[in-house]
């Protein structure tokens, strides 16, 4: 038994304690230095007292004190404690989701309840304003306590010791093994965390002090500071907490889990509240009476689960599951916020970032709504929708009929009716969807940007024979041969006013053949297509000069990328790379840049002539008056007029139908598939429903905003409707022996057979 033992249990701890009493020096330069000297002797006694012969510690703990003095390590000078990052629609108030390991969000003490930040002094460290950091009188209470048996109302750390455990053991900076070195019962740890707590002390004021620790304890239940905790129990933020709430908080952090009303004992969380209270009659900051009113308010839990990650941002009017999950694949792409792809998910999910994101709540209801009623949730088809705003690429909405969410699916399918595959965004597993004649689109702005006039013509054929081999039901005598769909009213002579209009194949094919199939598939590139299957790559690639089907859409595509095309056109050749955000702001209030990327791939002329014909297919008239027939006029109708272009695309076998439309404010692209199952062929009836669909998703996003009129194109780009060009010979040119076995022939017939 050590001296220290036999005092205390002799009746000196009444005199020893008031000695100590006398030490709750205030905070002057001499008694810094001298607090700091008895601090380190009496924590070393305190935490050694039953390891080591007594006098053996006094010398150590001295020298330990004084020789670290100075030191205060930067995650103590500017914490970094984990955070949730929010994620917000592009109003800066529509919570969509948010992320974090940790369920934590810092605010100021000037939003915390004045009750509560009285009743944490008042249960944990009433001495807090007196101390300079070390309470050597309630230090030496514990030891009393602790050697005799006896009990305690506070322990022998104060608030500032207790926050400085806190930020070492929740430091990001530190390994699993030494964050859990920060809370380790030894000699060294507790002279270290007094030393800490007295050069904070130094720094900070008490106020700092006090919302620091508000910010960082744990309050049970997965809540870390006072915001959590708030949310967590009463679901409201912690400036609107009453006197009772705010006992009942505080009263928590001594023992989260014993006193948790939620998980745990609630009479025993009422029997603390009752303690707290008293606690805070004690220090003089509220009255009896108003103590007894408090302990007899019934206890009025509101639990709330603070959603986290995308999946909880899945169903409702919005579901906006797909379009977090594209915003979180942004982020893991941004070296602003790491520099590997671990890092970026840290800050992601540790940060605590502010996100406004480019998603219109408005727009994205209408664009869920519509979706799902061409195809309802339960529904193998799919109908994945996408808006972006020209001159930005910002995304506006994502929709699709499909749950957000990890549960297994009844039928094995991969996406359906349950998925987190990037329906449309592409990625992954997701390639795309083949989106028909949207694809002529390209072929026009290849044609116009060589110098061929809208007014070019040509007498298209019911089928054209190409120089590209083909073998099957497209072949005519060892050539591919393309029909148009709809004779009848397709073929004769056409400009690509009226071809385009029409959607008539032998017209944009023979167009094709005159500029280039590579010229083609570049401009598609240019406008952000991306070949995600390996077969489109490796055709675009090395065989793009021969891949006269391209122009029919026959690769795959997503409806994001297919509006984002079309966005540039209506931005009148300004491509900007889609993005899913406005503002990204660090918990300091930094603010991160994430402006569009964007740069010109168009010049302005050929993107007008381009947009003079797109208004065709929806029933408008072009500048000069040439439109003669569309196929999506409906698109004209529920735009009432207002200014609008746009194209429809069905693969072969109308296994998909596609409709992308746009004015100078929005381009929004819809594609109806299966994406489990690619022979399974939508239909032409549904068509008309995936046009209408994106037509109000477009009047939505337009409503309330001024009507924009498109530039007419320049005369050079008009030509001259009225002179026709005479129809060329056909290409009688036969297959050269061994050109249907050269290294893309199986590949070429695959994508032939794909319409």
């Given at each position: 038994m050590n001296w220290l033992t036999v005092v205390v249990q002799a009746g000196w701890s009444a005199h020893f304690l008031a000695i100590l009493d006398a030490m709750a020096l205030p905070r002057t330069p001499l008694s810094r230095l001298f607090t700091v000297l008895l601090a380190g002797l009496l924590a070393g006694l305190v935490l050694a007292v039953t390891v080591l012969p007594g006098n053996l510690l006094l010398g150590f703990a001295a020298r330990?004190?004084?020789?670290?003095?100075?030191?205060?390590?930067?995650?103590?000078?500017?914490?970094?404690?984990?955070?949730?990052?929010?994620?917000?629609?592009?109003?800066?108030?529509?919570?969509?989701?948010?992320?974090?390991?940790?369920?934590?969000?810092?605010?100021?003490?000037?939003?915390?309840?004045?009750?509560?930040?009285?009743?944490?002094?008042?249960?944990?460290?009433?001495?807090?304003?007196?101390?300079?950091?070390?309470?050597?009188?309630?230090?030496?209470?514990?030891?009393?306590?602790?050697?005799?048996?006896?009990?305690?109302?506070?322990?022998?750390?104060?608030?500032?010791?207790?926050?400085?455990?806190?930020?070492?053991?929740?430091?990001?900076?530190?390994?699993?093994?030494?964050?859990?070195?920060?809370?380790?019962?030894?000699?060294?740890?507790?002279?270290?965390?007094?030393?800490?707590?007295?050069?904070?002390?130094?720094?900070?004021?008490?106020?700092e002090i006090l919302n620091r620790y508000l910010n960082i304890a744990y309050f049970g239940s997965g809540a870390y500071g006072v915001s959590a905790a708030s949310q967590r129990y009463f679901a409201k933020t912690p400036a609107e907490l009453t006197l009772s709430e705010s006992a009942l908080l505080a009263g928590l952090v001594q023992s989260p889990e014993a006193y948790n009303p939620i998980d745990g004992d609630q009479e025993a969380a009422l029997d603390r509240r009752a303690y707290v209270l008293d606690a805070m009659v004690a220090t003089g900051e509220i009255t009896a009476a108003e103590a007894d009113t408090a302990k007899v308010e019934p206890l009025t839990l509101r639990p709330t689960s603070q959603p986290n990650g995308c999946t909880a941002a899945s169903g409702g009017a919005g579901d906006w599951g797909f379009f977090c999950d594209y915003v979180r694949q942004w982020w893991l792409t941004q070296p602003a916020f790491g520099e590997t792809v671990e890092e970026r998910e840290q800050a992601l999910r540790r940060g605590g970032y502010t996100v406004v994101t480019s998603l219109d709540p408005e727009l994205q209801a209408t664009a869920q709504q519509q979706v799902t009623s061409v195809y309802g949730y339960d529904n193998e088809r799919a109908l994945p929708l996408a808006a972006v705003e020209p001159g930005t690429g910002r995304v506006l909405a994502m929709a699709v009929n499909r749950h957000y969410s990890l549960a297994e699916n009844p039928a094995g399918q991969p996406n359906y009716p349950n998925t987190v595959n990037p329906l449309i965004s592409g990625g992954g597993s997701i390639a795309g969807y083949q989106a028909g004649s949207t694809f002529k689109l390209f072929t026009m702005l290849a044609a116009l940007e060589a110098g061929m006039p809208l007014a070019t013509g040509f007498d298209a054929p019911s089928q054209l024979p190409t120089r590209y081999p083909a073998e099957g039901d497209a072949s005519c005598d060892g050539r591919w041969c393309p029909g148009n769909a709809n004779p009848a009213w397709m073929d004769g002579y056409r400009t690509m006013w009226d071809g385009f209009g029409r959607s008539v194949n032998t017209y944009f094919v023979w167009l094709s053949e005159q500029v280039g199939p590579e010229k083609v598939v570049e401009m598609a590139q240019r406008l952000g297509i991306t070949f995600r299957s390996d077969a489109d790559a490796a055709f675009a690639e090395?065989?793009?000069?021969?891949?006269?089907?391209?122009?029919?859409?026959?690769?795959?595509?997503?409806?994001?990328?297919?509006?984002?095309?079309?966005?540039?056109?209506?931005?009148?050749?300004?491509?900007?790379?889609?993005?899913?955000?406005?503002?990204?702001?660090?918990?300091?209030?930094?603010?991160?840049?994430?402006?569009?990327?964007?740069?010109?791939?168009?010049?302005?002329?050929?993107?007008?002539?381009?947009?003079?014909?797109a208004r065709c297919p929806v029933g408008q008239q072009s500048s000069t008056n040439q439109c003669n027939g569309g196929t999506a006029t409906s698109v004209g109708r529920i735009l009432d007029g207002r200014p609008v272009a746009g194209k429809t695309g069905s693969s072969e076998g109308n296994a998909t139908e596609t409709f992308v439309g746009f004015t100078p404010q929005v381009a929004v692209a819809g594609i109806a598939a299966n994406p489990d199952d690619t022979t399974d062929a939508v239909g032409s009836a549904v068509q008309a429903r995936v046009i209408d669909a994106v037509a109000e998703v477009i009047s939505t996003a337009v409503q309330g905003q001024p009507e924009q009129a498109f530039v007419a194109p320049s005369p050079e780009l008009v030509g001259d409707p009225r002179r026709p060009v005479e129809r060329p010979e056909p290409d009688r040119r036969q297959p050269e022996p061994g050109d249907d076995r050269g290294p893309f022939a199986e590949l070429r017939r695959w994508l032939e057979g794909r319409g």
């Open positions: 330990s004190a004084l020789g670290s003095y100075s030191s205060l390590p930067d995650v103590l000078r500017t914490p970094a404690t984990p955070q949730r990052s929010y994620l917000y629609a592009n109003d800066g108030t529509t919570l969509i989701a948010s992320f974090y390991d940790v369920n934590r969000t810092d605010v100021g003490l000037d939003e915390i309840a004045p009750s509560l930040q009285a009743a944490i002094v008042a249960a944990e460290d009433r001495r807090f304003y007196d101390h300079g950091g070390v309470d050597l009188r309630g230090m030496a209470r514990a030891l009393v306590a602790n050697v005799t048996g006896g009990e305690t109302s506070q322990g022998g750390s104060t608030l500032t010791m207790q926050y400085v455990r806190n930020v070492l053991k929740t430091d990001p900076g530190l390994t699993a093994e030494e964050r859990a070195a920060a809370t380790e019962q030894t000699v060294e740890r507790k002279l270290q965390e007094i030393r800490y707590a007295n050069a904070l002390e130094q720094q900070l004021s008490k106020d090395n065989n793009a000069e021969n891949w006269g089907s391209f122009t029919l859409g026959v690769a795959a595509a997503t409806p994001l990328d297919l509006a984002n095309a079309y966005a540039t056109v209506a931005a009148e050749g300004t491509y900007c790379e889609p993005l899913p955000v406005v503002s990204v702001t660090a918990p300091d209030g930094s603010v991160v840049p994430v402006a569009p990327s964007c740069e010109r791939v168009l010049d302005a002329e050929v993107a007008r002539a381009a947009t003079d014909a």
